[in-house]
């Protein structure tokens, strides 16, 4: 079991951004295509975030196209390369699942000021 602790503490990251659950962010993604790496921006809300050591994640939801678009990003993760908090929002609840069956104005996040 120590060497499982060993493994995963030398892997993780040490500093790692503080995302709330109602935020607006920006992640930077390392995508790699074929031989060449670029880095893809990704931008929503926050509806998700899951603890538990290296296998940390959150999730954005973000509107493209008139479709909604949910990626799961874990955060120890060598492909995540930053996390920009956009806007902090105010939220009573550890999920926003509700969002899902919003449209337009009525998915909006009040606004931490």
Known sequence: MDYIAAMTK??????????????????HNRIKEGTRERIQMFEGTVIA????????????RRMS????????????????????????GVVRRSKLYYLRDRVGKASKVKEKI
């Open 49 to 60: 975030k899951r603890n538990g050591g290296i296998s940390e994640t959150f999730t954005v």
């Open 65 to 88: 196209y008139g479709v909604g678009v949910e990626k799961t990003f874990p955060i120890h993760s060598p492909n995540v390369v930053a996390v920009d908090i956009t806007r902090s």
């Open 10 to 27: 030398e892997q993780m990251k040490t500093e790692i951004p503080t995302v709330n659950v109602g935020d607006n962010v920006r992640v």
